[in-house]
């Protein structure tokens, strides 16, 4: 049995870089002249109010316009760019697309740009779980699946596999972070539905502590390219420095759907694996005690316990917990908080001994709205759930949280990104194609 194939590629002009991973892959051998292509990039997000560092966060318009270029040059007419971008509080794929320049590839290649959040969504036995699948991902007969080389804070690594959760609808996401189930033993039955015939992982950059944009960006300057889709997440993976085996939700799909997690049985082209291995964290640091990120037991902050995110903290929740934490920390003047828990997700209960207990989001309140241990409670009870209301419950229990101090977070973590280290916000814009 031959082994499935995986090129590596050095990224240096991208169009060069693409169609040579494509070639060393025989990426396209699995497409037919007339087949309705799907193009399913990485774009979970964007901010059009602050300053989005998107390197390693989501796919660079460099690589996703040098596809579409080789697509139309091999004769493929039928493109679609399809993806369900996170809705806080609506959905931005259009704005998306118009940023990131894809309008030039539908103007030059007719190539069709749709927001799945703003079409049909079908219900779909997926093997012993029921979702709600984007209908155009459904009636694509092949699709070209191109996420980003990232790590990911509640499943380690996030490549092809993880991104095809962006094909379903904001409900269907939820019940993936749901209580009662294993976040990494739910998205993976997409995977088998869907006709994947090439995954193409966009590592010219790499991103710790993923998903979002206060993670840590590296130029890695890396392609990678293949028709099976475990074999290309398998290398992925290594290259952010992990095992197959130590991903759960990748060790699942091969446990399902058959195929190795051993780098040893994948037949790797072009560049050596071993050297261009960046191991790259994924997750956050807390306390020992559970009380908040090493930061703050650093900080010395007192009277606060803020209770680690898990994975039943669906991606609206995700987004917003780190302005949380940021203005907690802030808000930290060198005396003792007047002792506040904070609890997020849907199993997290509150503990006994607390003055003041924030739920914060409409899971966690539903879940502790009778909890005999809360003395006052803080609901935030949106969903997801809204900052400024946090803001203003914490000022009226003495906590000083100002926005302003996240606004000037962000405006840090953009700027620690410098144009001669490789930071080019050009690849993420279509200007010519």
């Known amino acids: 049995m031959s082994k499935p194939l995986v090129a590596v590629v050095k990224f240096a002009e991208a169009y060069q870089s693409v169609r040579r991973a ?20 990485n774009l979970v997000s964007w901010d059009f109010d602050l300053p989005f560092p998107p390197y390693g966060v989501v796919t660079t318009s460099a690589v996703l316009g040098a596809l579409v270029r080789i697509l139309a040059e091999e004769g493929y007419s039928d ?16 704005a998306m697309y118009k940023e990131l320049g894809y309008h030039q590839l539908r103007e030059k290649y007719g190539v069709k740009l749709v927001d799945f959040n703003e079409e049909k969504f079908v219900k779909t036995d997926l093997g012993g779980l029921t979702l709600s699948l984007a209908e155009k991902v459904l009636e694509a007969d092949k699709i070209i699946n191109v996420p980003v080389l990232k790590t990911h804070n509640q499943t380690k690594v996030s490549l092809g596999i993880k991104n095809l959760k962006g094909c379903i609808n904001r409900a269907s996401k939820m019940h993936c972070h749901g209580k009662d189930v294993d976040l990494s033993h739910t998205f993976p039955h997409i995977a088998e539905k869907l006709p994947v015939a090439l995954t193409l992982i966009d590592g010219v950059f790499g991103l710790a502590k993923g998903p979002g944009p206060t993670g840590t960006a590296q130029r890695l300057d890396l392609l990678v390219a293949s028709r099976d889709l475990l074999a290309a997440d398998v290398v992925g993976a290594a290259l952010l420095g992990y095992r197959a085996a130590e991903v759960e939700h990748l060790a699942y799909f091969a446990r399902r759907n058959g195929g190795s997690l051993d780098i040893n049985d994948i037949e790797v082209r072009g560049e050596p694996l071993a050297e261009n291995i960046h191991p790259l964290e994924y997750d956050w640091e807390w306390t020992a005690e559970n009380t908040g990120p090493l930061g703050y037991a650093k900080r010395g902050i007192k009277g606060l316990a803020v209770r680690k995110y898990d994975s039943t903290m669906c991606t609206g929740c995700s987004m917003l917990f780190n302005p949380v934490l940021v203005m907690l920390m802030a808000a930290f003047k060198g005396e003792p ?66 926005y302003k101090d996240y606004v000037q977070y962000r405006h840090y973590i953009f700027h620690r990104y410098k144009a001669e280290d490789g930071f080019d916000l050009g690849l993420f814009k279509i200007d010519n194609v």
């Open 22 to 41: 494509l070639e060393l892959s025989d990426g396209l051998a699995g497409l037919k002249p007339g087949d309705r292509i799907l193009i399913k990039p």
């Open 79 to 94: 493109i679609t760019i399809g993806e369900g971008p996170l809705m806080v509080p609506k959905t931005i794929g259009q």
């Open 337 to 402: 908080f007047p002792n506040v828990e904070v609890i997020s997700g849907k199993v997290q209960l509150a503990s006994p001994g607390f003055d003041y207990t924030v739920l914060f989001g409409m899971c966690p309140y539903k879940l502790n709205k009778d909890n005999p241990h809360i003395k006052q409670a803080i609901a935030i009870k949106g969903c997801p759930p809204d900052l400024q209301e946090f803001v203003e419950a914490m000022r009226e229990i003495g906590v000083p949280c100002d």
